[in-house]
């Protein structure tokens, strides 16, 4: 016979923010953020299952500690009305549009009920009992008492430093005519708090709400539990020979469980002394049997042993029930959950039991705030240490509201999240500065994550500054229409110092940074410069800037300056009796006469182009082809140093980054060495972050002046998969400082990536304090510009030519053909 849902349902009413049901039970119930899953150490783990036996002690006798996790298959839903949205990420948002990951939410219900000799069981549930009237008057005093327990348990979990709970007012648990509340939502199974579809719930053939079939599989019997249990358990997937991987005891039945489902905890907390004299006559009973039956003697031995413990070790008694719910709209599916639920749950050693006869009271016990109706002849004695082992510890990674940071997926299914690794940790304390230290080996997809990562932060307004050995940067430079700075015989590397773009000006360390570059280039590094030169070389570029501004037909480069010093300068200096042994300006002319019109070095520092370095957000210097040049090397890493700091100290509010790429090659001379260990020093307080990215260690190492400035001032380490090192891992963990947890983190990147998709793993430590392994997945465009090999690149050029230069059509256009290829 048809029943309506509001006739019997248990929930009489939802008051100052508390759920009465009809037998008279109070419940407060707590949205509930759990860590993120694979981000803990066996030690956190075991810290916070203490940290749940401690909240456990502080509810009162006859209280239901019900904690509910949803999980639901979602797809990922990208924003594609945002008209701000550059070429590649609306290329990624297309890529991962509906990209399926498994939703959580938490709750944790504390119900109080009032003490009733006549526990529930399935002769007393409200399901069978249409009007229940309650068996004691709500005393405001108890009630208070309660409410204090409860803050007391939330004050525990909260400074536990894994949990933030917090409590749900009445408009999250009742239902409006716009928005489903948690006790409808959890009768009618609705994934969305938006759908006010109302159901059939029957329980006629097997369990139908609505077109959802489900199915309930308890843990209810102690014969059906595992025989040990922990606060956690090993993951060997992530696991290796060197370091074992952990998961909390429960995940299998979390998020590693990858279909709809809702996993229900109970732990029911009575009067230990009645439950232990309850034990104790029942022990008797048994020994009164044992002679009979060897069954009676093994439960003898096993009840006299648990008083032993509870008595002995002061532990606290409780009952427990944990049970997941699964459904779908497909019934050809029914099977395959079942095969997952018995999968999950054997991991842990368990044994699936699929209930039918009580599934409907149990469900009926589910809903919010009517813990207190479960039938305690399904719960199972334990102690509260046992009971919490079963507990979920862990949700999905958070995606960060930071306006700030990058698109990373997470490590189970590739949802992307936002990830901010520069201004969040440090506004929350983790880390002190915003520099980088990457390090991974060749063929570990370290280009793409430097790409990709710079690509995102140039989006968001930063100033980039890319010191870049091997082409890496060549795409994206090209796609965002940047400066490229590299060396070819018919096209050399060109720059102009003399120059003046917008917003600069002749300021000192304008003056400064060209006397060191006139210097670097007439003296040897063994020979000294003297005060005379110096005052003669400021003078000369004073005198010279002068005339320029009178002359507006002059334009400044090297050419003009030279000029100025052979025909102008030198009559200053005779006029000034300026002697040669204090500024021989002959031997400076003849010195740099290479870098005047007709030299080797004309070129160099007489660019006509690309001269607005200050105001221009992106800008690659690639040394692959002058790394060994005695005269022009240091002549680009002397421009790329006042650049840099030109735009630290000119451009305020505005973030800068400075990104050396295979930087041993450049820190192998001295001078640049200093200015790397100066600038991880001091970028952080001109709103700046310098990275340094490297194949090997043994790189940093060699270079002792670099070596601790480096990784003692890079609170961020980003490491990429480290498997052929993992047997001398131990020198890389001392020298960067890396936990054990960080070590087991490291050690699993890459060891079991979804084979039907094509991606590299990436570990990223903040301060040693957060740390977690991410996907870097990105979309076919994506991959095209950051691509480093020389085949796909050619292909890239092609395509855009046919666009009359468009990369971005180009691109596209390849990446539709590649599709439809496949």
Known sequence: MEKWLEKILPVMGVEHDCILSRRGDITLAYKVELPEIFTLSNEDYETFHQAWGKAIKVLPKHSVLHKQDWFIRSGFKPDFNNPDVSFLSRSSDRFFNERPFLDHSCYIFLTKKPHDPREANSMFSSLLRGSIVPEQTINPVLFQDFKDSCGQFRQILQDSGFVKMARMKNADLLSTAKKAGLIERYC???????????????????????????????????????????????????????????????????????????????????????????????????????????????????????????????????????NIMVWTDQTEELKDLKNQVSSALA?????????????????????????????????????????????????????????????????????????????????????????????GPSGSGKSFFTNHMVRSYYEQGTHVVLVDVGHSYKGLCDMVNGYYFTYEEKNPIRFNPFFIGEGDNLDTEKKESIKTLLTALWKKDDEAFKRSEYVALSN??????????????????????????????????????????????????????????????????????????????????????IKDHPILFPTVTIIIMEVFINKMRKLKGVRKMILIEEAWKALMKEGFAEYIKYLFKTVRKFFGEAIVVTQEVEDIISSPIVKQAIINNSDCKILLDQSKYQNKFDAIQELLGLTAKEKALVLS?????????????????????????????????????????QSEKVKVMDYAARFGGDIRKGMAALANDMRTAQ
């Open 347 to 439: 991991q842990m050693d368990a044994v699936a039991k699929q209930e039918t006869a009580g599934a409907a009271q149990i469900f009926w016990a589910g809903m919010p705030g009517n813990a207190a109706d479960f039938p305690v002849n399904d719960a199972f004695d334990t102690f509260a240490a046992q009971a919490s082992c079963f507990l979920n510890l862990e949700t999905s990674y958070r995606t960060s509201l930071s306006p700030t940071g990058i698109r990373l997926g997470d490590r189970l299914t590739g949802k992307p999240v936002h990830v901010d690794i520069s201004d969040e940790p440090i506004l929350k304390g983790i880390t002190t500065n915003r520099n980088k230290f990457i390090l």
């Open 188 to 322: 009618f199974l609705s994934e969305k708090d938006d759908s006010l579809l109302i159901k059939d719930i029957t329980f006629d053939n097997g369990m139908q709400i609505g077109d959802q079939h489900a199915q309930l599989y308890t843990l209810g019997d102690a014969e059906d539990l595992p025989a040990l249990c922990g606060s956690r358990i090993n993951y060997d997937k992530y696991s290796t020979d060197r370091t074992k991987f952990s998961i909390g005891f429960a995940s299998t039945l979390g998020q590693l469980l990858p279909c709809n489902h809702i996993y229900n905890q109970y732990i029911f907390i009575d009067d230990a002394q009645k439950t232990i004299k309850e034990l104790e006559s029942k022990r008797l009973r048994l020994q009164s049997l044992s002679a009979y039956s060897r069954e009676n003697m093994i439960s003898r031995d096993a009840t006299n042993d648990f008083l032993n413990e509870a008595i002995g070790e002061q532990r606290q008694p409780v009952k427990a029930h944990f």
């Open 749 to 789: 990147v890459n060891k079991a990536n979804d084979p039907k998709l094509k991606y590299k793993e990436v570990f990223i430590s903040l301060g040693g304090i957060s740390s977690k392994v991410y996907r870097t997945e990105v979309s076919l465009e994506e991959y095209l510009a950051y691509t480093t090999e």
């Open 540 to 625: 000369a570029i004073q005198l010279y800037y002068e005339k320029l501004e009178k002359d507006s037909s002059l334009f400044p480069s090297f050419n003009t300056f030279y000029e100025f010093l052979r025909d102008d300068f030198t009559k200053v200096l005779t006029s000034d009796n300026v002697k040669e042994k204090d500024f021989d300006v002959n031997n400076f002319l003849y010195v740099l006469r290479p870098y005047y019109k007709g030299g080797e070095f004309d070129y160099l520092l007489n660019a006509t182009e690309n001269l607005n370095l200050l105001q221009e957000r992106f800008i690659v210097f690639e040394l692959d082809n």
